[in-house]
């Protein structure tokens, strides 16, 4: 299992920018894709963005609605996994969460992943 912590959301004007951390701790061995989700009250939880890596490459896949405003990235040496989020809207607002999977394929799908932040919050003000 796999633990994580993340920090970094709050409340911030449409145009802004927020960077959200996800410290891992554990079997961190045994993933191979960090993932970002999110969730607003009443709708399922969304795929934002993830990260897969193998011994042949890394990969970073986003939604389409985050594309060229949203950034990915991982820390080996801190086993921390960040989320930059630039160019910030309304209807990014939702209780963001981080997860890990043993599995570099599906990404996108919440069931593919094992382990869950206990997410952080991010409002947008217009």
């Known amino acids: 299992q796999v633990q994580l912590v993340e920090s970094g959301g709050g409340l911030v004007q449409a145009g802004d920018s927020l960077t959200l951390s996800c410290a891992a701790s554990?079997?961190?061995?045994?993933?191979?894709?960090m993932g970002w989700f999110r969730q607003v009250p009443g709708k399922e939880r969304e795929f934002v963005c993830a990260v897969t890596w193998s011994w042949s490459a890394v990969n970073a896949y986003y939604t389409d609605s985050v594309k060229g405003r949203f950034t990915i990235s991982r820390d080996n040496a801190k086993n921390t996994v960040y989320l930059q989020m630039n160019s910030l809207k309304p209807e990014d607002t939702a209780v963001y969460y981080c997860?890990?999977?043993?599995?570099?394929?599906?990404?996108?799908?919440?069931?593919?992943?094992?382990?869950w932040g206990q997410g952080t919050q991010v409002t947008v003000s217009s």
């Open positions: 997860a890990a999977s043993p599995y570099s394929s599906s990404y996108y799908r919440a069931s593919s992943y094992d382990s």
């Open positions: 554990g079997r961190t061995f045994s993933s191979h894709a």
